[in-house]
């Protein structure tokens, strides 16, 4: 059970532009996201952060005019 508690507005606004996700509390982002490749790969972040890891990660995402990078510490 991976469900959004909390955001901020870098998060709502990346991933209105990645995935064209509106968040909202309560919802199962992992379930909303766009590019499947993406998947795997944010789904072993948000397990490693429930485990209580805290880590530094960048991440290249497909955006609509070239990649996007994003930093991120969970």
């Known amino acids: 059970n991976r469900k959004l508690v909390?955001?901020?507005?870098a998060f709502r606004i990346?991933?209105?532009?990645t995935d064209d996700m509106?968040?909202?509390k309560g919802m199962?982002?992992?379930e909303e996201i766009k590019?499947?490749?993406k998947?795997?790969?944010f789904t072993e972040l948000f397990d490693r952060a429930l485990n209580g890891d805290?880590?530094?990660v960048e991440i290249?995402?497909?955006?609509?005019?070239?990649?996007?990078?994003?930093q991120s510490n969970l």
Do not use: C, D, H, M
């Open 6 to 9: 909390e955001f901020n507005r």
């Open 14 to 17: 990346s991933a209105k532009l």
């Open 22 to 24: 509106t968040l909202r």
């Open 28 to 30: 199962e982002i992992l």
């Open 35 to 37: 590019y499947k490749e």
């Open 39 to 41: 998947l795997e790969q």
């Open 54 to 56: 805290k880590f530094q």
């Open 60 to 70: 290249v995402y497909p955006g609509p005019k070239g990649e996007l990078f994003f």
